[in-house]
């Protein structure tokens, strides 16, 4: 057995602290872009929802699932994701900086790298950050909860940007006056404004807009084989539908065998 030989200097590793995660407890790591509504105004981003961006986002995330098998499923919006890890995984033996720092790093270089991709003629004009936290749950329900309280935070976003913009660019108010005109509405007054005064019904807006996107594994028969692969989804978590035909995914089995990614479904391409 070959045996490092000790520098007088190595004591100063006894510095670190052990950060390990609490065992069997689910992880959820949630990256948020640095400052993005200057990024976006910088970049031109179509107000208020920037398609390429989000469809940008989604892919860096996809690079992230590819990479990690142990994430079960992760959701999107605006200038966040976030990332869930299997309940018992023992990646980087659940080393707190470890797993943030590399799947922050892994998210923020394919953000950089797929840049083109998506937006062919508009040039990065700057390196972007993303900041990181990691959140432990200990049982299912908070972690949908959790899960909900995103989606929810992007319908209420999503309903005060549209009418707000709306407002501007279709009703020529300036970003004063639209804000006056919306303080104190409630969703149905929101609503209300476009119908009546856009002739815009909000249920028709795409729903990567309203709800942002969801990317979890799914299982198909490819070849008389069962393979892994990665979709996008745009579905309402807050419905139990979608927990009762979605659970299985919080209790998939860690296999390493007949794992296979077709990439990225069309529409994160
Ligand atoms: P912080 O550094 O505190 O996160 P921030 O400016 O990034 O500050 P957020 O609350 O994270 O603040 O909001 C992100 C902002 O980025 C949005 O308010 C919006 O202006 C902009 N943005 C992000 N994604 C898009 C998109 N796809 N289309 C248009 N604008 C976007
Ligand atoms: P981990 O993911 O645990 O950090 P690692 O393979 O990155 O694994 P490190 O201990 O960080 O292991 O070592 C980095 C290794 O990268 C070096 O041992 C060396 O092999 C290689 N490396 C880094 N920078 C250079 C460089 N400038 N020239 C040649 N090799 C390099
Ligand atoms: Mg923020
Ligand atoms: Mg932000
Ligand atoms: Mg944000
Ligand atoms: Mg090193
Ligand atoms: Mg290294």
């Known amino acids: 057995v070959l045996k490092m030989a000790k520098s007088s200097f190595e ?5 670190e602290h052990d950060d390990s995660l609490l ?5 959820v790591i949630r990256l948020d872009g640095k400052c993005f509504h200057k990024f976006a105004d910088d970049h031109n981003f179509t107000k208020p929802n920037d398609l390429r961006a989000l469809k940008l986002m989604n892919y860096a995330a996809y690079t992230v699932l590819k990479e990690y098998s142990d994430i079960l499923l992760s959701f999107g919006q605006s200038d966040e994701y976030s990332f869930v890890l299997r309940k018992d995984s023992c990646l ?20 950089v790298f797929y840049w083109n991709k998506f937006f062919e003629h508009l040039p990065l004009k700057y390196p972007p950050c993303f900041d990181g936290r990691i959140v432990l749950y200990p049982c299912d329900e908070n972690l949908i909860d959790y899960m909900k309280w995103r989606q929810a935070d992007v319908h209420i976003n999503n309903l005060y940007n549209t009418t707000f913009w ?5 009703g020529q108010l300036t970003p004063v006056q639209a804000e006056k005109r ?22 028709n807006e795409p729903e990567i807009f309203k709800r942002g996107t969801i990317l979890l594994r799914k299982s198909i028969l490819h070849n008389k ?16 539908k979608f927990w009762k035909e979605n659970i299985y ?11 296979m990614y077709i990439g990225p479904t069309t529409e994160i391409i």
């Open 182 to 203: 919306l303080s104190g509405t409630v969703s149905a007054d929101k609503n209300e404004i476009l119908f009546q005064e856009f002739n815009m019904n909000y249920n």
């Open 225 to 240: 084989v069962n393979k892994s692969i990665i979709v996008d989804v745009h579905d309402d978590m807050l419905k139990d």
């Open 11 to 15: 004591y100063v590793k006894k510095f």
């Open 249 to 259: 995914i919080l209790s998939v089995k860690k296999s390493k065998q007949n794992l």
């Open 166 to 170: 709306t407002l501007i660019l279709k």
């Open 92 to 111: 980087y033996k659940r080393r707190s900086a470890k797993l943030l720092t590399t799947i922050n790093s892994k998210f923020s270089s394919s953000y």
């Open 23 to 27: 065992p069997n407890t689910w992880i």
